[in-house]
C-alpha cells in the first residue's frame, strides 16, 4: 500500500510517519511537506534513510505540485495532516490558514478524486482535524461526534471549513473518507510556540511564562503517541464516512498545567519546590479565547478500542525529560537552524 501524509515534518505528522515506517515496513509511506516554520525534518531522521519511507516538499495549495505526484506514485490512501495550526497566528494571518486549511485540502480532494475515479472504493482519503471545531464548552458537557460546528477562531473556522469539504466529497462523490476531531496534543517535537513547549523551554531558560488572561481557560491533553495511535487504529478499521472524536479524558485548567510542570521542573533540575512557579506571569488575554474544550471519545474507545497508554503526569514527565536531553534539537528550532537542514541533508541525494 502506498500512502501520502502530509504534513509529516511537523508535531504530530512526524509521529504519525514514524510509527507508520516502522509498524508497516510493507507499506510505502510518503510525506508531502512544505516546509513552513512548523516543518522540521530533524523530527524524523531516525527514519529518513529507511526504503519504505520518500520525502516529497512540496505545497499542497500548489495544484500542479500536487497533480504530479499523484501521477507518479499513484497513493491507495492520504493521511491528511498538513495544515496551519497555531491559533494566536490565525488571528495575526487569517488568510494563510484559509489558503492551507481549506484550499490545500480542497486541491488534495480534488487530485484524489480524479486519480482514484475508476476504484474509488478501494481508496481512502482520512483527514485530520480538530475538537476546535465544536467551539467552546462551558463548565459542563463534552464535545461528541454529533455537537454542531460554532468554530470561533479564524484557525478553527479553516479546519471547520476543510471537515465540511471533506464530508462534501464523500456525499457528493462518493470519496471514501473518515475524519477524526483530536483534543490539544502535547510531547517530543513540538514547536515551542505552543503553551507546554513554550513553557518548558522558558522554565529551563529562567524566562517569564506567559499565561493568558487568568489561567482559567481548560484544555484535554493527549500524548501525541496516543493520536499517532488512534491515527493507525482509525485509518485500519474505522468505518469509512464516519468522524471519531479523540481525547484523553484529561481536562486541565492552564494555570494548574503550569504549576503541575513548574513543580516536576524544579524537582528534575534540582531547584528548590516552587521556584519556578515565581516565573509564572499572566499576560493579556487572547483575543476570542475559548473557554473550555473536552471531548468524549467513547465511540472510539467502545467500537475501535483505543485508550490512551499513558497518565498526564506520565506523559508530561517523558516529554519534559525529551526536551531536557535534546537541547540541540531544541537550540536549533530556537536559532532557526533547523530550516537549514533540508538544504544540508537532501539536496545532495
Ligand atoms: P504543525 O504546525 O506542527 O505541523 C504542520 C505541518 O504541515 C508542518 O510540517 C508544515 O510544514 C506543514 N504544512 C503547512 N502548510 C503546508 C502546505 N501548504 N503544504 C504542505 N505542508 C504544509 O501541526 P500539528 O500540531 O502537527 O498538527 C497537525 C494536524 O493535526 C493539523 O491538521 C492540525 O489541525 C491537527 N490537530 C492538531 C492538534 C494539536 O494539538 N497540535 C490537535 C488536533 C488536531
Ligand atoms: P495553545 O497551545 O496555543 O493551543 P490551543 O490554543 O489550540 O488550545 O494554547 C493552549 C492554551 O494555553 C490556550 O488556552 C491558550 C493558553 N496559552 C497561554 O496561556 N500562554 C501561552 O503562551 C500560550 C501559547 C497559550
Not at 151 to 166: G, L, T
Not at 316 to 332: A, F, G, H, I, R
Request: aromatic share 12%; glycine share 6%; charged share 25%.
Amino acid at each position: 500500500m502506498k500512502i501520502l501524509i502530509t504534513g509529516g515534518a511537523g508535531f504530530i505528522g512526524s509521529h504519525v510517519v514514524r510509527l507508520f515506517v516502522n509498524k508497516y515496513p510493507s507499506y510505502q509511506i510518503y510525506n508531502l511537506d512544505k516546509l513552513t516554520y512548523a516543518g522540521n525534518l530533524a523530527n524524523l531522521t531516525d527514519v529518513e534513510d529507511r526504503e519504505n519511507y520518500t520525502f516529497l516538499k512540496g505545497d499542497i495549495v500548489d495544484a500542479v505540485f500536487v497533480e504530479d505526484i499523484f501521477s507518479e506514485h499513484k497513493f491507495d490512501a492520504v493521511i491528511h495532516l498538513a495544515a496551519e495550526s497555531h491559533v494566536d497566528r490565525s488571528i495575526a494571518d487569517p488568510l494563510a490558514f484559509v489558503q492551507t486549511n481549506v484550499i490545500g485540502t480542497v486541491n488534495l480532494l480534488n487530485t484524489a478524486k480524479k486519480h482514484w475515479a475508476e476504484n474509488l472504493q478501494n481508496h481512502l482519503f482520512y483527514h485530520i482535524s480538530t475538537d476546535e471545531v465544536y467551539g467552546s464548552l462551558g463548565e459542563d458537557g463534552l464535545f461528541t461526534e454529533e455537537t454542531p460546528y460554532d468554530p470561533r477562531s479564524p484557525y478553527s473556522a479553516s479546519k471547520a471549513s476543510s471537515d465540511h469539504f471533506v464530508r462534501a466529497w464523500f456525499h457528493t462523490y462518493g470519496l471514501p473518507i473518515k475524519i477524526s476531531n483530536c483534543s490539544n496534543n502535547y510531547g517530543p517535537n513540538h514547536f515551542p510556540e505552543k503553551l507546554i513547549p513554550l513553557a518548558i523551554n522558558n522554565i529551563k531558560n529562567e524566562r517569564p511564562v506567559p499565561v493568558y488572561g487568568k489561567g482559567e481557560n481548560v484544555r484535554d491533553w493527549l500524548y501525541v503517541l496516543d493520536h499517532a495511535r488512534a491515527i493507525d487504529v482509525i485509518f485500519h478499521k474505522g468505518k469509512v464516512g464516519d468522524t471519531y472524536n479523540i481525547g484523553g479524558v484529561n481536562e486541565w485548567k492552564n494555570l494548574d498545567l503550569i504549576e503541575l510542570l513548574c513543580d516536576q521542573m524544579d524537582q528534575k533540575l534540582g531547584r528548590e519546590q516552587g521556584h519556578s512557579r515565581n516565573l509564572i506571569t499572566f499576560v493579556k488575554d487572547r483575543a476570542g479565547h475559548d473557554l473550555r474544550y473536552a471531548i468524549d471519545s467513547s465511540k472510539l474507545m467502545d467500537e475501535l478500542g483505543w485508550k490512551p497508554s499513558v497518565t498526564f503526569e506520565e506523559g508530561l514527565s517523558k516529554t519534559v525529560d525529551w526536551y531536557l536531553e535534546n537541547t540541540e534539537w531544541l537550540e536549533n528550532v530556537t536559532s532557526g537552524h533547523y530550516r537549514d537542514y533540508y538544504e544540508e541533508q537532501y539536496t545532495n541525494r
